[in-house]
């Protein structure tokens, strides 16, 4: 299935983590913002994000990369202004599954998508552990979200039953 990518109007309803603009040593040989640097942003909106639906409050948690899907839309480049657009999509006891949207605010489209999969996991055990209370009613709300503003058929990854994606 290929990566669905949504009108900008939609994905600009999603609060944005973090608007930046591209320095010079994010470009890269071909004159445009290194791959590098998608993901690294990406990655810095989720973490974001989810710190702020109180993940990580205790010091118990960590999240653990599962799964990644990224696709590059448009190209982006130094000077130009983004934002990144964070949307948790789903969730089971263990795994959320979400999706982020770098937009390109200087040229007016979405540039790029970050689907990810992730694992909590207790930092003493090393093991997948069932999200705390306060960060699954926080999840689910946000989940709610984004199903609200239309975001729940984008993406191409899958929550799975725990049995064939986590081993306890």
């Given at each position: 299935?290929?990566?669905v990518r949504p009108e900008i109007a939609q994905v600009l309803a999603v609060p944005a983590a973090f608007t930046k603009q591209i320095p010079p040593d994010f470009e890269?040989?071909?004159g445009h913002m290194n791959v590098a640097h998608y993901f690294r942003l990406h990655g810095?909106?989720?973490?974001?994000q989810h710190r702020a639906l109180g993940y990580g409050e205790s010091g118990r948690?960590?999240?653990f990369a599962m799964e990644?899907?990224?696709a590059y839309y448009r190209e982006v480049l130094v000077g130009h202004e983004v934002s990144v657009h964070v949307c948790d999509l789903g969730r089971t006891d263990k795994v959320m599954r979400g999706?982020?949207?770098l937009v390109n605010r200087t040229l007016g489209e979405v540039a790029s998508s970050f689907e990810f999969l992730t694992m909590?996991?207790?930092r003493v055990s090393r093991r997948p552990a069932e999200f705390e209370a306060v960060v699954a009613a926080a999840l689910d709300e946000s989940i709610a979200r984004a199903r609200s503003l239309g975001f729940a058929?984008?993406?191409v990854l899958e929550l799975r039953p725990r049995t064939s994606r986590v081993r306890n």
């Open positions: 299935m290929a990566a890269d040989s071909n810095e909106a989720m973490w974001q948690f960590g999240m990644q899907h990224v999706i982020s949207y909590n996991v207790d058929e984008y993406g």
